[in-house]
């Protein structure tokens, strides 16, 4: 099955690309996708962590959506995917 990732500022310029295109087993997780990504970009994980960013939190930064639905990465184990889902990696807009 497809799966198509968008990634958000700083960590699609520390992978290289804004937007991939995973082929994964039928029955995948978030999880899966996710270690698909660490495979594919040595950077992914330390990118995720905040490299990149002026000052690297404490914490990882990036909020995870799945076609459109907030979803936390402590719960990427039990979240299972389809074809044609669309995950989304950013960092949250702050401002006030």
């Given at each position: 099955m497809r799966i198509t990732v968008k990634l958000g500022a700083p960590l699609s310029k520390v992978v290289g690309e804004s937007k991939v295109t995973l082929s994964m087993s039928a029955g995948a997780t978030v999880a899966d996708v996710l270690d698909a990504l660490r495979a594919r970009y040595p950077?992914?994980?330390?990118?995720?962590?905040?490299?990149?960013?002026?000052?690297?939190?404490?914490?990882?930064?990036?909020?995870?959506?799945?076609?459109?639905?907030?979803?936390?990465?402590?719960?990427?184990?039990?979240?299972?995917?389809?074809?044609?889902?669309?995950?989304?990696?950013?960092?949250?807009?702050?401002?006030?």
């Open positions: 950077d992914f994980q330390e990118g995720l962590k905040g490299k990149g960013l002026r000052r690297p939190p404490d914490r990882v930064p990036y909020t995870l959506f799945v076609n459109a639905r907030s979803v936390s990465l402590e719960r990427a184990e039990t979240i299972h995917l389809r074809d044609g889902d669309q995950m989304y990696l950013f960092l949250p807009a702050a401002g006030g």
